[in-house]
């Protein structure tokens, strides 16, 4: 398109054509797909022919205020605000960071052109100019304090709301054959107000995300890590194999010793015959052996054993009743058992029967 065509009829084209295309990318569900890609490059492409029919046709300058802005041209300052959207859609990996730095531009520039007609409020124009600084923190260094930055923002986005909802009341005035020129150009205002503060909460994102790419890995360094854990995978891989299937004697305790004398000499020499089972035939010799262990002793041996032990009482039943007869010969174990007799009646005469049971009596 050559100079003498650019036009702002032209412009007015491209940029109800840029607007629908803009519309359409919120019908989109899938983000992945080649159809959404094709649309956010297409959308993109209006909007930059926009940007140069701007230029082109010198609609804004810094020599004039607010006032010399014709109410039709102000809907187009928002044009780089548009771009660093459509440039954020783009999410191809090999090329994000120059995408967040081109972004990044595109806002700032749509920043700058506000600043210029004094646009900006207090903490948008700090913001502003505290992003001309890339840092992950440029935002947070214009309010150190905490609760001040959430105070912040939650009054930020108390703004956008009501922002969002003079919007949607001014497009519906805007809908009828009667409006006037005011009303137009309020609806425009509110745009680039909102416009605004969505840059700057795009910028903010913008500087995580470039401080978060900084800090991983180049994609040479991955293909470095990816090409060391193939490399070590393989090496465990050879070495479990090895170990399954080595053809070395197997250096348990079986092979290497049995009645107490070694198989092998030190240097590897069998020093007795001796036959190589497999893991397989060992498992196969014990496949019809009992299921239990069997018994080492007989009954009469664990008893014999459990009185040595002395875990065996003797007495008990109808023995354990009967007195024995009393040996007459045996003068000490007579005198033994007249000395307890004798204890016995002197206690029963000393505690008569019940003279020891005093609950129940009144």
Known sequence: M???ELTPTTLKSAWDKAERQRKDLATFTDYNSTSYKTAVAEALSTVSTCKDIINNLSLFSVNEILEDVSTSSLQFILVDAYRGDLLLKQHDRATRLTTLHSARAAYRS???LCDSYALLG???????QASDKISATVFSEILPDAAARRNAKIERYKEEKELKAKLDQLSRITESPNIDDEEIRSLYLAQIQLGVMQSLQQ??????????LGRAPSEEQLLQQRQRQQEEDERSRRRKQDEKYSDKVDPSEIFYKANGRPLLSSDGKPLRPFTLLSNREIVKGGVFGPGHRLPTMTIDEYLEEEKKRGGVIEGGGEQSGMQPEPDEDNLDLADQETYKARQWDEFTEANPKGSGNTLNRG
């Open 122 to 128: 207090t903490y948008e124009k700090k913001a502003y």
């Open 2 to 4: 050559s100079e003498s």
């Open 203 to 212: 910028l903010e994102g913008i500087y995580l995300e470039i401080d978060i």
């Open 110 to 112: 749509f920043l700058s």
